[in-house]
């Protein structure tokens, strides 16, 4: 018997082969919420008991990162950016992260890669405190490029409709930055275009990683570390660092009332990014669009709060003020330091 379908290029029993594969990856971070086991049509789960419960939901993928990380060979971490981009999406609005499902789409399913990069996604689960529950996996060979593939991924969370953010930020707050990991996953295409077209790709950096290393770090998950501080109401408005940098995705945590008011003074960038901002001799208006600049997450906080927060982070970093907007923009920095 032919097998028409593995001659036009779509391979059901490699396919098969893998799905047995991300069972076990799968099963490791379900919990007593999830109620039907991988294979079937659809997942079920059951929510936790929450006082005026509402579901948030996001999804996001990867983006070029991806093209990064398969010139390099390098596709462990991927998974780990594929939930956090959509993890910390969910906490930024206060919710706690409970299920996931991804999808990745492929010219020709590698059953060794694939298994990959859904070790991968179980790892940012498991950080993130979130059951992987499903998934699809699709072979198109006329769409994908042999050895080419792409990432996205569906998440849901749930809160107290109470304890949305952002609540309550108002004009004396602190601007508290949290740490990131590294670029994380957003803005790729740039720095792709400066490895091709400098000689950013030899260089090192001062603790010895090569850029590539360095680039291809896994985005930070905060959810163990910023959800507690969520729940317990200490921060008001929580912005994710990703697409737009600063520039576009602070402010989102804010009224129209209010300007973010950033010292740049208070934090050194890591050296990645001052090695990207001198290679492609960029001004720092456009790093602050389109980097995070060393800070994955944002918060504004009540003042008071600030022992309590750097007691719970102690990586925290005061980096601004909320103020009355006026005739100013959404975001303002206080003297231009890393010009």
């Known amino acids: 018997m032919t097998d028409a379908y593995r001659e036009a290029g779509v391979d059901i029993a490699a396919g098969a082969a893998a799905v047995?594969?991300?069972?076990?990856?799968?099963?490791?971070?379900?919990?007593?919420?999830?109620?039907?086991?991988?294979?079937?049509?659809?997942?079920?789960?059951?929510?936790?008991?929450?006082?005026?419960?509402t579901l948030l939901a996001a999804t996001d993928g990867v983006g070029t990162k991806v093209l990064l990380a398969q010139a390099a060979g390098t596709v462990d971490g991927l998974g780990v950016d594929l939930?956090?981009?959509?993890?910390?999406?969910?906490?930024?609005?206060?919710?706690?992260?409970?299920?996931?499902?991804?999808?990745?789409?492929?010219?020709?399913?590698?059953?060794a890669l694939a298994t990959k990069l859904v070790a991968g996604i179980a790892d940012g689960c498991r950080q993130a405190g979130m059951a992987l529950i499903g998934g699809e996996t699709a072979e198109m060979p006329d769409m994908y490029e042999h050895g080419h593939f792409d990432l996205a991924g569906f998440g849901v969370g749930i809160a107290d409709q109470r304890r949305l953010l952002p609540q309550g930020v108002a004009?004396?707050?602190?601007?508290?930055?949290?740490?990131?990991?590294?670029?994380?996953?957003?803005?790729?295409?740039?720095?792709?275009?400066?490895?091709?077209?400098?000689?950013?790709?030899?260089?090192r950096l001062s603790d010895g990683r090569s850029m590539t290393t360095a680039l291809l770090m896994p985005t930070r998950i905060y959810v163990s570390s910023l959800l507690p501080l969520v729940q317990g109401g200490l921060i008001h408005g929580l912005a994710h660092i990703t697409g737009g940098g600063w520039t576009e995705n602070v402010p989102r945590m804010l009224p129209a009332t209010l300007t973010a008011s950033v010292d740049p003074q208070a934090w050194r960038w890591p050296e990645l990014f001052q090695r990207l901002q001198a290679a492609g001799q960029l001004d720092v208006a456009e790093m602050r669009r389109t980097f995070n600049l060393g800070m994955g997450m944002v918060a504004a906080i009540d003042p008071v709060t600030w022992p309590a927060v750097v007691a719970a982070c102690p990586t925290a970093v005061r980096v601004g003020r909320v103020v009355t907007r006026g005739q100013q923009a959404p975001i303002v920095w206080q003297e231009a330091a890393h010009e």
Do not use: C, K
């Open 83 to 111: 939930v956090a981009m959509v993890a910390n999406d969910l906490l930024a609005d206060g919710a706690q992260p409970q299920f996931f499902l991804d999808y990745m789409a492929v010219g020709h399913l590698e059953p």
């Open 171 to 203: 004009a004396g707050d602190l601007l508290v930055g949290f740490p990131s990991s590294g670029v994380h996953a957003n803005g790729f295409s740039l720095v792709r275009q400066l490895l091709r077209r400098t000689d950013l790709g030899n260089a």
């Open 20 to 53: 047995r594969q991300f069972g076990p990856l799968a099963a490791r971070t379900h919990n007593e919420h999830v109620l039907s086991r991988l294979g079937g049509f659809a997942a079920a789960y059951s929510l936790p008991d929450v006082a005026h419960p």
